[in-house]
């Protein structure tokens, strides 16, 4: 199995190199992956939007999939990964998430617009908290507003751990 990704702003490319180089894999952009025979067995990666995967529906056409995972901005939950199961359902393959980060001076105008639409109603209410923010609350309001990265090894442990069962 080799690892296959798609990103826009870096997060989901650091993620592919970080579990490409503790599992000992081959780490490949799309783009990248287009010399790869269509039977080769994949574990897919890609950046959410709109709750949607971005790639997956290509790595599906081109190659075997054998595991997906999201990567969001979101706080990784069940509910995170029931709905991203929900919307981005590969037979046979299991679903993973995980918590990347946010890049806003990375993405285009519409695109920053859309995701500060979504976040609007969340911002809006830290912010009325004033100076009652807990240290997290102020944290969370600065990633909404600056961005930042969550992207952490630990954060792996679910993959790792399906993998082991897979070679
Ligand atoms: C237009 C747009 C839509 C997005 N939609 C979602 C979403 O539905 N859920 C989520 O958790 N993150 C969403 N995000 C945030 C990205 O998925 C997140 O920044 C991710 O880490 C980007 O990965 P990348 O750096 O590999 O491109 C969205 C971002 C953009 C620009």
Redesign the pocket.
């Given at each position: 199995m080799v690892i296959v990704y798609r990103?826009?702003?870096?997060?989901?490319?650091e993620y592919a190199e970080m579990l490409g180089k503790t599992e000992k894999m081959k780490v490949y952009s799309l783009a990248q992956a287009g010399g790869l025979d269509k039977g080769t067995e994949v574990f897919f990666m890609g950046?959410?939007?709109?709750?949607h995967i971005t790639g997956v529906d290509q790595a599906v056409k081109r190659f075997q999939v054998k595991g997906v995972c999201g990567?969001?901005?979101?706080p990784a939950s069940q509910q995170t990964l029931d709905t991203l199961a929900k919307a981005n359902y590969v037979p046979d393959a299991p679903i993973f998430y995980l918590q990347?980060?946010?890049?806003p001076k990375k993405?285009g105008w519409i695109?920053r617009r859309?995701?500060n639409m979504v976040t609007r109603s969340m911002r809006q209410s830290l912010r009325d908290k004033g100076s009652r923010r807990t240290p997290e609350e102020q944290r969370q309001l600065d990633f909404l507003e600056k961005g930042g990265s969550f992207v952490a090894f630990e954060h792996l442990e679910a993959i790792r751990a399906w993998m082991k069962d897979q070679k």
């Open positions: 990103s826009n702003t870096g997060f989901t490319k950046p959410l939007m709109a709750g990567v969001g901005m979101s990347g980060g946010w890049a993405v695109k859309m995701v």
